[in-house]
């Protein structure tokens, strides 16, 4: 297994050493599911805000639930495995849960970064407590027009027609 994939007591214990060496960890979280470039734009702006990136990934059972019927395309630990292989991402954790709230509260981020589909005040609430809480800062990154695995989708079953 790539060493950046680890568990969330693992995440927990890097995120406090990072946190102790004086180390500014920026967190995002999503289903990553068909990567594009879009993907790779975004994280690494989230990247470019502090000295470490750490992704949560939804796990397959969550993902389903969020995406619906036939999602994901990819596995979990295939997904986080394609994470673990970009340059900008330094740590994944894949996370069951509907709610990024257990990611986040072990990663305890200086910068909690989320797509250009969330504002500030659409964040989950429990989300949005964990991170006033921690103090962490709040940022939102524009998508990049025309990329989005919905789009990829329906070009695909267009093209099969």
Known sequence: MNRKIMDMDELAKRAKQLRASGKKLVATNGCFDLFHVGHVRYLQAARALGDLLAVGLNGDRSVGELKGI??????????AEVLAALECVDLVTIF???R????ISASMPAVYVKGGDYTSETLDADESAI?????????????EKGYSTSLLLEKLRKAGR
């Open 96 to 98: 069951p849960e509907m």
């Open 70 to 79: 036939g999602r994901p395309i990819n596995t979990e630990r295939d997904r």
């Open 131 to 143: 991170l006033g809480k921690i103090g962490a800062e709040i940022r939102i990154i524009p998508f």
């Open 100 to 103: 990024a709230t257990q990611f």
